[in-house]
């Protein structure tokens, strides 16, 4: 095996993974969002110091790492696919069917910057993180951006970072 093959092995596990840990990702959405519709009592909510900043009944929540490359052309992509992504079954039960939009649920995201960090021997990096000065107008662009693709009343998010 020369290094031309490995570097294509390498390329494929990596999609590999990436398709495991989206799959992970919606099966951990839709089991969540499956327990929130036995239990009604329990919301989904974010707090700040112990105080209730945001809170969503049915729906997503979207844990979402700005990064000090992102750009306003990748504001359209994150919320076209934050909204149009297939998590949810459809009324036949045909699994990964239906979007948050298809099912009229709610989206509360939550700026999360320890998204962005990289391990630098045992200690955590974070200059890959947006500065929060830079990262709350994007933040905000994002949340406005999607409650003009959706249906405003729908889309929560926190007033501050």
């Known amino acids: 095996m020369n290094l031309k093959d490995v570097s294509k092995w390498n ?5 590999v993974y990436a398709v495991g840990v989206w799959t992970l990702l919606g099966a951990t959405i839709y089991t969540h ?3 929130q519709a036995r239990k ?3 919301a ?3 707090e700040v110091a112990g105080e209730q900043v945001s809170a969503i009944e049915r729906g997503i929540c979207v844990l979402l790492g700005i990064s000090v490359e992102d750009t306003q052309k990748d504001v359209d992509y994150i919320v076209r696919k934050i909204l149009n992504l297939r998590l949810f079954e459809d009324e036949n ?3 990964w069917s239906k979007s948050v939009m298809d099912r ?3 989206v509360l995201c939550v700026s999360q910057f320890t998204l962005q960090c990289i391990l630098k021997g045992n200690k955590p990096d974070f200059h890959s993180a947006m500065p929060a000065e830079l990262a709350q107008p994007f933040y905000n662009s994002i949340l406005e951006h999607m409650r ?3 249906r405003p009343e729908l ?3 926190e007033a501050r970072l």
């Not at 390329?11 to 999609?15: G, H, N, P, S």
């Open 33 to 35: 969002m499956e327990s």
């Open 44 to 46: 989904e909510h974010t």
């Open 155 to 157: 889309i929560k998010g």
């Open 11 to 15: 390329a494929r596990v990596a999609l």
């Open 93 to 95: 039960g045909r699994a």
């Open 104 to 106: 009229e649920l709610e």
């Open 40 to 42: 009604k009592d329990d």
């Open 148 to 150: 003009n693709a959706y």
